[in-house]
């Protein structure tokens, strides 16, 4: 026969390697798959509860080691009684049932009155998939490498409740892991030939599961996009960050494999403040390039001392330094083939040159003030002095203008009163 290998990675879990076998022969078939990742640091547990005919069609990933139960009738797939399978809720119970069936008919020859009560307990499984009534499925995987589909991913699914817990010596010897007093090197993949040192048994982690938010902070989110210079598929990965003494914001980068574009932007995490802000840094040295800085797409620049200004809109969202956001606008004007390129006038490109280094200076010599206008007020520039008051930083606070609030689409916004609007328009 013919065994075909997949390497494949299920979204917001891992890779994994989907192995068939068919025979041309007898047409017997066998499918199994094997996790492509090292044994997990903790054991995970899932518990959903199933109410509708949408939960049975959950994607499920059950490895040889993981066992499933369903409390409700008493019924347990132990660990190791079957090879590891992809398939959902409803494909679990429809291989249980056609292994209970497979000796049915011998049975049913030597002894009635088991497979009487075999058939009894078939019945209940495939009452199981009509959903009729509630019930719970647990799938406990000591290796970590099970996993059930949440459909409402990256939110959370309040049916689904994952929990970590610690492995017991019983269930090392089990993943043929042996507990050893020395620690393994960080970042080590776990394999059966290693001696690797593992928690024991102790308090179950994480057993109520964590706030969304919290996931949120803790987790890295990839989602699939196409590149904006050639595009090519390639991967967002998004992050929620908290800025001490601000706000959360939303850092999002894109890396693509084909022609090694790379882009970050970040995104304000809270709503429009009720007032502008404009912060204002006079550069008295050369640390002051190290500040951290949250440019907001809403956000403009200005250099007074360069007679320079940047608009609103220009380079999007940023969270970078002070020298990071200088270095952005000096390659915002560089490589623009307008202003230097074959295209640029003369008269224009020694003035922009001269400018170039101006704009240098002010990074390592010359004093100069950095001002930032944000009329949604969700910009940061960092106070070294913080929480006390920082002598070379102002941040002055501001009642937008009709300009700016119709720029960002306030004037026709309305929270409050518009359902009863809405039914007399009908």
């Known amino acids: ?39 997990q640091e903790q054991g995970v547990r899932y518990t959903l509860a199933v109410t509708s005919r949408q939960d049975m069609n959950r994607e499920v990933v059950k490895t040889d080691c993981a066992s499933a139960r369903i409390p409700e009738l008493d019924f ?35 002894d009635k009155e088991v497979a009487r009560k075999i058939d009894e307990f078939i019945g209940k499984l495939r009452q199981l998939k009509e959903v009729s009534s509630p019930f719970t499925f647990i799938l406990d995987d000591p290796s970590g490498n099970s996993f059930v589909e949440n459909p409402q991913a990256p939110q959370r699914d309040e049916a689904l409740v994952v929990t970590r817990y610690r492995r017991s010596p019983q269930q090392c010897a089990l993943l043929g892991l042996e507990v050893t007093d020395q620690p393994l090197a960080p970042g080590t993949p776990h394999t059966r030939e290693q001696r690797v040192t593992l928690p024991l048994q102790g ?42 003494h601000f706000k959360e914001v939303i850092i999002m980068a894109t890396n ?73 606008i000096r390659d915002l004007v560089e490589k623009n083939p307008f202003t230097l390129g074959d295209s640029s006038m003369p008269s224009r490109t020694g003035k922009l040159q001269e400018f170039i280094g101006k704009l240098q200076d002010v990074k390592g010599k010359a004093q100069a003030h950095f001002i930032m206008d944000d009329p ?34 306030l004037n026709d916004m309305r929270t409050e009163g518009y359902e009863t609007q809405a039914a007399s328009g009908r």
């Not at 891992?14 to 041309?24: G, L, N």
């Not at 069936?101 to 030597?110: F, G, I, K, L």
């Not at 574009?261 to 390039?289: C, F, W, Y």
Request: hydrophobic letters at 30%; aromatic letters at 6%.
């Open 376 to 409: 949604a007020g969700n910009s940061y520039l960092q106070n070294v002095y913080a929480p006390e008051e920082d002598p070379e930083l102002s941040v002055q606070r501001y009642e937008r203008t009709f300009e700016q609030n119709e720029e960002l689409g």
């Open 76 to 110: 347990e797939i132990p660990a190791f009684s079957q090879k590891g399978v992809l398939t959902t809720i409803e494909g679990i119970i429809d291989r249980a049932v056609a292994g209970l069936e497979q000796d049915q008919p011998a049975r049913r020859a030597t």
């Open 203 to 244: 308090e179950e982690v994480d057993a109520k599961p964590p706030d969304a938010a919290e996931d949120l902070r803790d987790e890295v989110l990839q989602f699939n996009t196409n590149c904006p210079e050639c595009n090519a598929p390639a991967s967002t990965n998004m992050k929620l960050v908290q800025i001490p």
């Open 256 to 328: 693509c494999d084909s022609c090694g574009h790379r882009t970050n932007e970040v995104k304000s995490g809270g709503a429009i403040e009720p007032q502008g802000t404009r912060i204002s840094l006079r550069i008295t040295d050369p640390s002051d390039m190290t500040r951290d800085i949250l440019k907001s797409e809403t956000c403009s620049v200005e250099i007074p001392e360069l007679e320079f200004e940047l608009g609103m809109g220009a380079l999007g969202g940023k969270f970078t330094t002070l020298e990071g956001l200088l270095k952005d």
């Open 1 to 39: 026969g013919v065994t075909r290998l997949l390497l494949t990675r299920i979204p917001f879990f891992k890779e994994i390697i989907v192995s068939s076998f068919c025979c041309d022969s007898c047409s017997w078939s066998n499918t199994e798959i094997q996790s492509a990742g090292r044994i």
